[in-house]
């Protein structure tokens, strides 16, 4: 026999697709020759399965070549290739029958010694296996855990290609992946923990409740870092579907813990300012990776004195926030990447950052007109809710106060999402924030005129967008879904423009 084929999985972002990848082998003058549309790490594999295969006690065919990932016209990268080319080259040599693997995805990179190591992405390869009906898969040993979080399939793992041919050859057993146990709960910040700023928290609160995004601003020590470390803390545990998502873009990333498991918490991203426009939206030569922002997916994307980043970074975000995902173009083709995060930015008022506030800053209107100015227009029309912070008294943090915890603040937070969700559920939404502008200025659900006589006026003097507008009656919507009532009424959309704006009452 010559020819034979075998099993794998392509990454194109964060979608898998089935791969078949065959092996020919022919007389004439020795080599190997892989098409594809392989990259540069699918090219070393000649190297390293050769060098695999040999020291693994097997013997190489002294033929030409020729290996071929189906489909060809898909775009095939990274290492996860090996051991499936591995084993079609000895079975297309005769020395190893493939009857065993008949159906069965193989994944897995080779080392030189013929040992199999972990690959990133595992979780979205096995994922599209599932999908395209495949029953069994083997893996890297390390890789297990996670690939048993899939329901449905029988997962085994392989440490090296001895055992993998042992178990071909004369069915030695492979490697059962150990049995999840989910970690304890890590004790995170909480929100008790913060002194005094109920502007602070209310914000964080209707945050929470809609999923709408919040601009921190306010001198040094007032409190934002505090708040917006604190806000995963009041969010629900991610959901079934929602928790594949989040774990197969850490998988990609790289960033799984070794226990393997679903991630139920809502992650929390925090760049450095000097972060680079591809770190955070995703980039990277050759298969363009996820960036923080993708990272932060139904989590929070939190962006630490925002007036240092680069504005090309700043305003990058701006496609992401309003679609939901991000399309990474090259010239092989493109990855897109879901990227549904809460944005939270925070921010001093000036460059001088005096603790004491307004009252006592140095600097000119000029050089804080600038400095604010860093965050352009557009961005922050994106952004919910527009909070400024007072500075901390010494009542509010040396006196004993009743502060209500995360527990207390997320109870109230699930319950404004659930009646939002049913709600919304016939427009396919589960949050405020998600509710197109125009289903809401339309019956059953616009909002009477008396109750927005003050914000159709701010937007007839131009003092607020008409995407300002949508994102204020959003705002009240979920003000009256975290006070319990069905419809927001004048009061809640004054709190809205409030909250939006730092004016009215």
């Not at 190489?60 to 990268?77: D, G, Q, S, V």
């Amino acid at each position: 026999m010559s020819y034979a084929r075998v099993l794998c999985v392509g990454l194109v972002g964060v979608t898998g697709h089935l791969v078949e990848v065959e092996a020919d082998l022919a007389p004439g003058l020795p080599g190997v020759v892989i098409s594809g549309l392989p990259d540069t790490a699918l090219h070393e594999a000649r190297d390293r399965v050769r060098a695999a295969v040999v020291n693994s006690g097997q013997h190489w065919p002294n033929r030409r070549i020729t290996l071929n990932l189906l489909p060809a016209t898909l775009p095939k990268f990274g290492s996860a290739f090996d051991l499936a080319i591995a084993v079609a080259l000895l079975g297309g040599s005769g020395e190893l029958p493939l009857a065993p693997l008949d159906g069965v995805v193989i994944l897995g990179e080779l080392g030189l010694d013929g040992t199999v190591r972990p690959v990133r992405g595992v979780l979205p390869m096995v994922a599209a296996a599932a999908r395209a009906g495949v029953a069994r898969v083997i893996v890297p040993a390390a890789n297990s855990a996670e690939a048993a979080v899939v329901p449905g399939l029988r997962v085994r793992g392989v440490d090296t290609l001895h055992r993998l041919i042992a178990f071909v050859r004369d069915g030695a057993p492979l490697i059962e992946p150990p049995t999840h146990v989910s970690p304890p709960a890590t004790s995170g910040p909480d929100l008790v923990e913060v002194a005094g700023q109920g502007l602070g928290r209310r914000a964080l609160e209707v945050a929470a409740a809609g999923g709408h995004h919040l601009a921190l601003i306010g001198p040094p020590g007032a409190g934002k870092t505090m708040l917006a470390e604190r806000l995963p803390s009041i969010l629900p545990e991610l959901d079934d579907d929602a928790a594949l998502e989040v774990t197969a873009l850490h998988s990609i990333a790289g960033l799984l813990p070794a226990e393997g498991g679903l991630l139920r918490r809502p992650p929390f991203q925090a760049p450095h300012h000097t972060a680079t426009i591809p770190s955070i939206v995703g980039g990277g030569a050759g298969l363009a990776r996820p960036g923080a922002i993708s990272l932060a997916h139904r989590g929070v994307l939190f962006l630490d004195e925002a007036p240092e980043f680069s504005r090309a970074a700043l305003e990058a975000l701006r496609q992401p926030l309003e679609r939901g995902r991000v399309l990474l173009a090259r010239s092989r083709g493109g990855a897109e990447y879901p990227a549904q995060a809460q944005l939270v930015i925070a921010a001093n008022p000036c460059p001088c950052a005096n603790p004491a506030g307004d009252d006592r800053c140095e600097c000119p209107p000029q050089a804080r007109r600038r400095y604010l100015g860093r965050l352009s227009g557009p961005l922050l029309d994106r952004i919910d809710l527009q909070v400024r912070l007072l500075p901390m008294r010494a009542a509010e943090l040396l006196e004993p106060g009743t502060q209500e915890s995360s527990a207390v603040v997320a109870a109230r937070v699930v319950a404004a999402r659930t009646a939002a969700a049913s709600r919304w559920s016939a427009l396919g939404r589960r949050l405020n924030a998600e509710v197109p502008g125009p289903q809401l200025r339309r019956p059953p659900w616009q909002l009477p005129a008396s109750d927005t006589a003050e914000l159709r006026a701010r937007l007839d003097s131009g003092s607020l967008s008409a995407r300002g507008f949508d994102r204020v009656i959003r705002l009240a919507w979920t003000i009256a879904d975290l006070d319990g009532r069905a419809r927001p009424d004048r009061h809640d959309v004054g709190e809205a423009i409030h909250l939006r704006t730092g004016e009215g009452t």
